[in-house]
């Protein structure tokens, strides 16, 4: 995960706009790689994942990008919603290794309407 | 319904007094996990189970036990609480799918703890 800060990043993005959350992973060893959404008041929500073995994995609206030579992961979000406004996290874990998970740091995205 | 339930959701406690955290899931998940969460420093873990009767420490399991005698229940024992412990917690639940148990990780809504 992102290394350990006080604040946490903010993006904010208009409302129908793509955004794109960045997370930069820590472990070369880690093959798999989770985003979270978090509402205010609310537990973690998952929302997609990846394996090491893919860079690019589309769900609704969403797609996680995977660079491995960079150790970088992103989530792309298309054509916000209000909805989408919360604290996204990437997580990373080895799948078949330790059964730890990892979390980022956050970002919060707000949607501006 | 499908969930995780955590119990208390909010506790004042003092120091040095002895608490549970209950998680309880309904959805017959192999893999269970406590999760704390601090401003600024994300969810790290504290503990995990990957069945009954196994359980390993996560990245923060300083102060804290955690037990698996059911499949369904994880409950978090703080023996003698400090105020560093104070945090927001979380439990999770998670199937194995051809070994890959992070597939869709379910979690609690969380128990607010302040250990004064």
């Known amino acids: 995960g992102e290394s350990v800060g006080l604040h946490l990043p903010t993006l904010s993005v208009q409302e129908g706009d793509n955004s794109i959350i960045n997370c930069a992973y820590s472990?070369?060893?880690?093959?798999?790689f989770i985003w979270y959404k978090q509402e205010s008041g609310k537990g973690p929500q998952f929302i997609i994942d990846?394996?090491?073995?893919?860079d690019k994995r589309q769900g609704q609206r969403v797609t996680v990008l995977l660079n491995k030579t960079v150790k970088h992961l992103s989530l792309q979000i298309a054509a916000t919603q209000p909805g989408d406004s919360a604290v996204y996290f990437c997580?990373?874990?080895?799948?078949?290794?330790?059964?730890?998970?990892?979390f980022g740091t956050g970002t919060r995205l707000t949607i501006i309407p | 319904e499908a969930q995780v339930t955590q119990n208390p959701r909010y506790l004042i406690t003092v120091t040095g007094k002895k608490l549970t955290v209950t998680c309880s899931q309904n959805m017959n998940h192999e893999y269970m996990s406590w999760y704390r969460q601090d401003p600024g420093l994300g969810l790290r873990q504290i503990y995990y189970?990957?069945?009954?009767?196994?359980?390993d420490k996560g990245d923060v399991p300083e102060g804290y036990k955690v037990s698996r005698k059911e499949k369904r229940n994880f409950p978090l024992i703080l023996e003698s609480p400090s105020p560093n412990q104070t945090s927001l917690y979380f439990c999770a639940s998670s199937s194995f799918l051809a070994g890959a148990f992070y597939n869709e990780q379910f979690f609690g809504p969380g128990t607010r703890l302040t250990v004064l």
């Open positions: 189970s990957m069945n009954v009767e196994v359980t």
């Open positions: 990846i394996r090491s073995n893919m």
């Open positions: 997580a990373e874990t080895q799948l078949f290794g330790n059964e730890k998970l990892t």
């Open positions: 472990n070369s060893a880690s093959d798999y």
